[in-house]
């Protein structure tokens, strides 16, 4: 049974260039969760999507950067016109809907650096 | 002040040593808690869950007290393996069902 899985694990982009973060939950999973993780720093939730919805972004960044998780396909994190501030590495996570805990599980990061 | 607080540590301790991690949340409607361990910026990994009842799982034992909305895990026998950061988290209840919020972490070094 795969485990989450996230790609690219490491991408450069240059100031101005747009990234984008791709995540695959684990099989029969229907919650995916995008965390940030700056340098020295602890995880800060991003948002929480379920399939073609957004159940809460209240840790996105207002301007800049977006997720969606459509009916088909992996979860997209996109960061435009990145700064050097965006550099960090970005974890997903998803869980099953069948439990009242939520335990999720995650995929081994995107590291961004943005030259 | 932050929704979850854990100890700010670092903690370094010798091997076979028995180290304790508090963390208390704020919002007393969360449900569900968790302990992960985070190895060298790596993606967290899941240690336990953490019930009422408190529970064990070998080397490792976790409690919660919801009155004091404060959770601990309690390591004994400390291998070197178990240096790593331990994340406390904690998950909404209600409307907040499924969110998940993470303390900033404590290391633990544990040295021979």
């Known amino acids: 049974n795969a485990g989450v899985m996230q790609n690219p694990r490491h991408l450069v982009r240059r100031r101005g260039q747009e990234a984008r973060l791709r995540c695959s939950p684990m099989?029969?999973?229907?919650?995916v969760y995008w965390y940030r993780q700056l340098p020295e720093e602890g995880l800060k939730f991003m948002v929480y999507?379920?399939?073609?919805?957004?159940?809460?972004e209240s840790g996105m960044p207002k301007e800049r950067f977006s997720a969606e998780f459509p009916k088909e396909g992996p979860s997209i994190l996109r960061i435009q016109q990145v700064v050097r501030g965006d550099s960090a590495a970005y974890f997903c996570a998803s869980s099953t809907s069948g439990t009242v805990t939520y335990e999720q599980y995650f995929g081994p990061g995107t590291r961004l650096t943005v030259t | 002040r932050k929704e979850v607080e854990q100890d700010p540590g670092p903690f370094n301790v010798p091997e076979g040593a028995t180290v304790a991690f508090n963390c208390t949340y704020s919002?007393?409607?969360?449900?569900?808690f968790f302990w992960y361990r985070q190895d060298c910026r790596k993606e967290p990994k899941l240690l336990m869950s953490?019930?009422?009842s408190g529970n064990e799982d070998g080397r490792f034992t976790a409690q919660l007290n919801r009155a004091s909305q404060y959770i601990s895990l309690l390591i004994r026998d400390s291998k070197l393996s178990d240096s790593a950061t331990y994340l406390c988290?904690?998950?909404?209840?209600?409307?907040?069902?499924?969110?998940?919020?993470f303390g900033d972490g404590t290391t633990l070094t544990v040295k021979p």
């Open positions: 099989k029969g999973h229907s919650h």
């Open positions: 999507l379920q399939k073609e919805n957004i159940i809460d």
């Open positions: 919002n007393s409607a969360s449900q569900s």
């Open positions: 953490v019930y009422s």
């Open positions: 988290v904690v998950n909404g209840g209600g409307s907040n069902a499924g969110k998940s919020t």
